[in-house]
């Protein structure tokens, strides 16, 4: 492993793989101080007032004369949050696609409405935690036994979470809250859907599906346990509606659908220092690769772009784009401040311990997921994506509540970037894993798909890693199974984001 | 049933059980309109100006001259919202208590520091959802069969939430949370605890560890997912540490334990125009029953006593108590104005539909639960509550969230009264339901213990259905399935409190 790793060749700084003695031969330099793994060194001297480049962007100015080899963090860097100014449009890079014939194809499952489903699922959506015993009982009866005939259907799901009441019946967390649903229940990976209320909820099922024109069908069918008198029946009943749909369900057949198909959600969670260097470069690489193809990446974790958001709006193909994206941030300092929390105490401590300076190196790190081409599309949390190529979405950073909103906006696959390690899986959408790092690689083999470390490790490039990655995307599309989806996870990670107050 | 039903001596008006037409005979007098089932008339002629009695209480004043048989109701009360001068201590009822010689008693499980057990599970907690599927796992592998050479071990249980991590790591959220994990954890139906998180998470175990003084033991384990690297040897690691917990838990035995060991969640849910006026007063009473035994009630569900909490300070042991309960009431009104929202919209419009006037009226049927003896301590969501008597605890409305907090601050038995019908159950203490009218009663009868509904269909008394409950409390408490336990509910109901911004 080389001692140091150059981001780009614009860059006027270098990161440590490993710690560095006083002196240690840095490219043509020699350091002039101890630097610890993760940190920063200047190959060149930067004046005092001279802006520090790392991702080939601007990441903080020199405080005072930075010499050649001088260890470069917070000490001596100054972040200017100049009042920002936000540029539209001005960073659009030409996107070569890849002519329609020529184009990937994975084997996917097309539904009627037209969209492509990576698995073939039926889903028991719950509105409220008082009907989620119900919805496991109903799902927890389709064992392999029971499944045995239906050898294209890969499950009976619950989707079960602790809100739907003791909320308002308006705002933000009641329509995040609908629109989760809605999301779940026309979701291309769901081939039969059943939902399942209480009856007296907030969240009431018949207030959704009148908002969104839903209608009851053999495979769209709603229940509630007051309705039906009892948690037995209830759940007696919802085995019999499940049952009608799994011949339904069973007639779906994979066939060869265009890459364009693939909506992506990129999520990192558990991140460490090299988490912008490897794992998430090569994602926005694959990302990259996707969109050439006519696909959709959606990135998502709004408090992890905080402080770098200009960068997107720079990428925006309009105006309106880049709007919806400040619009984004503004509701988030609102929502932070009203929670006697704030978006500004960034990077942490752990971060600055880790080599992170300003906010900006963190928050380029993060949205290095999204590569490079421009942003067609904002979207609100759990909001249906229907932009093609590289979108973003309003979300938390918290990982399964991210991943919920991705997969309702219509995500038919996951990858999902960590350093420290993560047991994250999801359903119906498979997740993928790459570790950033090849230690925690070896260390959760079983948990892990792609090892990035070895970008540093064994100086794979940029572009190798990317490309595994997205062969990976349509592999896992086409049915192979992640290693998260190998081991069953997905059935206790879904996290509707909770906004409001809890009453 | 009769047509009306009154409910002190002193009140000058009674409600109607059933829809009466124009003209028909309430007590000595005649209905001047139609009146719908759950809404008042009044008994006698009630001057403008003059108070409206229900429950002995004042509930507003009449807003014109009411003529005896008129139907009372938003059209002629007025409600004065004064700017409440807060009594402490001046409605003290004197308890007879019951002579410690002559005191019933249950078979419970008596734990090692003097705490008193209803039933004898090992619980496996997790701090964050990263760790959910692992925490399930383990439990999972402890079917029947695991368990049949441990007859006296009730289960292993899985407590598995949505929450965590992407969260501020100090603050009302931080704390409610880690005090739920603490009262789980120290709970004493819990013969063996386990604890599982990821590693990374803001909820750091070893945090809750260190704040509250725990020690790892042989019935007290904790591990991370990143520690032992990987979820499949997470799982493997986690069974092991369980089994070798049940030997240790088989160990304990039911004995005669005094009823003064008994702490009952005082809990409604899906309430309707008569939960004020059959189940609660009825649960209330067997708290009366169980307080004079030296037991302990705690109410909970702050938002549904809002605007009657000049009430529970009267009845409040001193000034430090009352002031407790004012400052939560103050801190709500904070809460849902921040996350903008309000306490006042109260009663709603389902709610004045249904009979209920004022918010002091609506506020009055919930407290009913809570009996008529002094409050003797208020507490904080899922704090200990080390009080004997009559006792509040912060808490949202919401059954799942207010009961975990119930739970967690020592509670080893629920009762829950419902009028609209619920599917609730808790582990590891159960749940006790409660029907609030006879037909719903009837629908759900697999679903609900008692049914309060009798004393309007078959004039049973305050008194016999009190006793009723409370008797239930003493035979669920030595082992007596409930009918949600018997059902097996309570894996999917544990649900902490989340109060801050999700981040
Ligand atoms: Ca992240
Ligand atoms: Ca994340
Ligand atoms: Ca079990
Ligand atoms: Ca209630
Ligand atoms: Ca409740």
Same mark, same amino acid.
């Given at each position: 492993?080389?001692?140091?790793?150059?981001l780009?060749?614009?860059?006027?700084?270098?990161?440590?793989t490993?710690?560095?003695?006083?002196?240690?031969?840095v490219?043509? =330099?020699?350091?002039?101080?101890?630097i610890p793994?993760?940190h920063?060194?200047?190959t060149?001297?930067i004046?005092?007032?001279?802006?520090?480049?790392?991702?080939a962007?601007?990441?903080?100015?020199?405080?005072?004369?930075i010499?050649?080899?001088?260890?470069?963090?917070?000490?001596?860097?100054e972040?200017?949050?100049?009042e920002?100014?936000y540029?539209?449009?001005t960073?659009?890079?030409?996107?070569?696609m890849v002519?329609?014939?020529?184009?990937?194809?994975?084997?996917?499952?097309?539904?009627?409405?037209? /969209? $492509?489903?990576?698995?073939?699922?039926?889903?028991?959506?719950?509105? =409220?935690?008082?009907?989620?015993?119900a919805?496991?009982?109903?799902?927890?009866?389709?064992g392999p036994?029971?499944l045995?005939?239906?050898?294209?259907?890969d499950?009976?799901?619950?989707?079960?979470?602790?809100?739907?009441?003791g909320?308002?019946?308006?705002?933000?967390?009641f329509?995040?809250?609908?629109?989760v649903?809605?999301g779940?229940?026309?979701?291309?990976n769901?081939?039969?859907v059943l939902?399942?209320?209480?009856?007296?909820?907030?969240?009431?099922?018949?207030?959704?599906?009148e908002a969104y024109g839903?209608?009851? /069908?053999?495979?769209?069918?709603?229940?509630?346990?007051?309705?039906?008198?009892?948690?037995?029946?209830?759940?007696e009943?919802?085995?019999?509606?499940?049952?009608?749909?799994?011949?339904?369900?069973?007639e779906?057949k994979?066939?060869p659908?265009?890459?364009?198909?693939?909506?992506?959600?990129l999520q990192?969670?558990?991140?460490?220092?090299? /988490?912008?260097?490897?794992?998430?470069?090569?994602?926005?690489?694959?990302?990259d690769l996707?969109?050439?193809?006519?696909g959709?990446?959606?990135?998502?974790?709004?408090?992890?772009?905080y402080?770098?958001?200009?960068?997107?709006?720079?990428?925006?193909?309009?105006?309106? =784009?880049?709007?919806?994206?400040?619009?984004?941030i503004?509701?988030?300092?609102?929502y932070t401040?009203?929670?006697?929390?704030?978006?500004?105490n960034?990077?942490?401590?752990?971060n600055?311990?880790?080599?992170?300076?300003?906010?900006?190196?963190?928050?380029l790190?993060?949205?290095?997921?999204?590569?490079?081409?421009?942003?067609t599309?904002?979207?609100?949390?759990?909001?249906?994506v229907?932009?093609?190529?590289?979108t973003?979405?309003?979300?938390?950073g918290?990982?399964?509540? %991210?991943?919920?909103?991705?997969?309702?906006?219509?995500c038919?696959?996951?990858?999902?970037?960590?350093?420290r390690?993560?047991?994250?899986?999801?359903?119906?959408?498979?997740t993928?894993? $790459?570790?950033?790092n090849?230690?925690?690689?070896?260390?959760?083999?079983?948990?892990?798909?792609?090892?990035a470390?070895t970008?540093? %490790?064994e100086?794979? %490039?940029?572009?190798?890693?990317?490309?595994?990655?997205?062969?990976?995307?349509l592999?896992?599309a086409?049915?192979?199974?992640?290693?998260?989806e190998a081991?069953?996870?997905?059935?206790y990670e879904?996290?509707?984001?909770q906004?409001?107050?809890?009453?």
């Amino acid at each position: 492993m080389k001692p140091t790793v150059r981001l780009d060749p614009s860059d006027n700084v270098v990161t440590a793989t490993r710690a560095l003695e006083a002196g240690a031969a840095v490219e043509a =330099v020699a350091t002039t101080s101890l630097i610890p793994s993760g940190h920063k060194i200047a190959t060149e001297a930067i004046p005092q007032g001279g802006p520090i480049r790392k991702y080939a962007q601007l990441i903080g100015y020199a405080a005072t004369d930075i010499a050649a080899g001088d260890h470069v963090h917070t000490h001596n860097t100054e972040f200017r949050n100049t009042e920002q100014a936000y540029e539209f449009g001005t960073n659009l890079r030409n996107v070569e696609m890849v002519p329609e014939t020529r184009r990937d194809t994975f084997m996917g499952y097309r539904r009627e409405n037209g /969209s $492509v489903g990576t698995r073939n699922y039926i889903a028991v959506v719950t509105s =409220v935690n008082c009907s989620a015993t119900a919805a496991r009982r109903i799902a927890d009866a389709f064992g392999p036994e029971e499944l045995a005939d239906y050898p294209n259907v890969d499950g009976v799901v619950a989707f079960v979470h602790g809100t739907g009441c003791g909320m308002a019946g308006d705002g933000d967390g009641f329509e995040a809250l609908q629109r989760v649903m809605w999301g779940y229940a026309r979701h291309p990976n769901h081939a039969g859907v059943l939902m399942v209320g209480l009856g007296c909820e907030m969240n009431q099922i018949d207030w959704l599906l009148e908002a969104y024109g839903l209608k009851q /069908s053999p495979t769209f069918q709603t229940m509630n346990i007051q309705g039906v008198a009892g948690l037995r029946k209830t759940i007696e009943l919802g085995i019999e509606k499940v049952r009608s749909m799994l011949p339904i369900a069973n007639e779906a057949k994979r066939e060869p659908c265009p890459a364009s198909e693939l909506m992506v959600a990129l999520q990192c969670g558990g991140s460490d220092a090299w /988490s912008g260097i490897t794992a998430n470069p090569a994602l926005g690489y694959a990302c990259d690769l996707l969109v050439a193809q006519g696909g959709t990446g959606v990135l998502a974790e709004t408090p992890e772009i905080y402080g770098a958001e200009h960068l997107l709006t720079a990428r925006a193909i309009d105006r309106k =784009v880049g709007d919806r994206l400040v619009g984004l941030i503004r509701w988030w300092e609102d929502y932070t401040a009203r929670n006697k929390g704030s978006m500004d105490n960034n990077p942490s401590p752990g971060n600055k311990k880790g080599g992170l300076t300003t906010i900006l190196e963190k928050s380029l790190g993060a949205a290095a997921k999204g590569g490079t081409t421009p942003l067609t599309g904002v979207y609100k949390y759990a909001e249906p994506v229907r932009a093609k190529g590289f979108t973003f979405m309003d979300s938390p950073g918290y990982d399964p509540a %991210s991943v919920t909103g991705q997969i309702a906006g219509g995500c038919n696959l996951v990858c999902f970037t960590t350093g420290r390690g993560s047991a994250f899986g999801s359903k119906p959408a498979p997740t993928i894993k $790459v570790a950033t790092n090849s230690e925690m690689y070896g260390g959760m083999i079983e948990d892990m798909d792609v090892n990035a470390g070895t970008m540093l %490790s064994e100086g794979v %490039s940029l572009e190798e890693k990317g490309r595994e990655i997205y062969e990976l995307f349509l592999r896992v599309a086409s049915g192979e199974q992640s290693k998260s989806e190998a081991q069953g996870l997905g059935d206790y990670e879904f996290v509707p984001w909770q906004i409001g107050a809890v009453m």
